[in-house]
């Protein structure tokens, strides 16, 4: 697998407001996808997932989108709240390997 | 959704120990775990890759004798970091595939070494 230990981007929005993280993956064969939360000091908690045979997909105030043709992915969380402060990254997946981005930190202002 | 289980959440320990970190899936069979090292602000490095009943496949640089990993059975993977020293601090993580699809991860665990 692959990830990389670079330092992590960082968005700021205010509290009520969409947010948007990105995420470019590698492999056009990835044909799997997972978007990841994780708070301080804890183990990544899973969001949402998408198959490459979807261009969208929805939960709970959050939506994943995905552009195969640039090798693209995003989490849009709507109405962010404080306790969506967090680092987020996506995964990509060919099979039974998993491949991580960075990573964004999330800061979401009162 | 499914469990995975890390322990202990925090340890910390003098130069020259040996700790065993637990992860355990506890609601499904994980043919596969994973284990993690992270540093602060940063994402995740993959260590290794555990597979029930066989080797751990290391990444390169990852020291084999130093991150000792097994994968005794389905639901158990350790990694026991041997004679540790204070540069091996860091917040290690394991995560389990469910049916090659869904990775989720453990809670983590803290090592300090003084």
């Known amino acids: 697998g692959e990830s990389v230990g670079l330092h992590l981007p960082t968005l700021s929005v205010q509290e009520g407001d969409n947010s948007i993280i990105n995420c470019a993956y590698s492999?056009?064969?990835?044909?799997?996808f997972i978007w990841y939360k994780q708070e301080s000091g804890k183990g990544p908690q899973f969001i949402i997932d998408i198959r490459s045979n979807m261009d969208k997909r929805q939960g709970q105030r959050v939506t994943v989108l995905l552009n195969k043709t640039v090798k693209h992915l995003s989490l849009q969380i709507a109405a962010t709240q404080p306790g969506d402060s967090a680092v987020y990254f996506c995964a990509e997946s060919t099979g039974n390997q998993f491949y991580f981005g960075t990573g964004t930190s999330l800061t979401v202002i009162p | 959704g499914a469990v995975v289980s890390q322990h202990p959440s925090r340890v910390i320990c003098k130069s020259g120990t040996s700790v065993k970190i637990e992860c355990r899936s506890l609601d499904f069979q994980a043919t596969t775990m994973f284990w993690y090292r992270q540093f602060p602000k940063q994402s995740l490095m993959l260590m290794a890759t555990s597979n029930e009943g066989s080797k751990a496949t290391y990444e390169q640089g990852v020291e084999k004798d130093k991150f000792l990993i097994n994968h005794a059975s389905l639901t158990l993977s350790t990694l026991t970091v041997t004679s540790a020293h204070p540069e091996d601090s860091s917040f290690y993580i394991c995560?389990?595939?469910?049916?090659?699809?869904?990775?989720?991860f453990g809670s983590g665990t803290q090592l300090s070494v003084l």
């Open positions: 995560s389990a595939s469910l049916q090659g699809e869904k990775l989720f």
């Open positions: 492999n056009s064969a990835s044909d799997y």
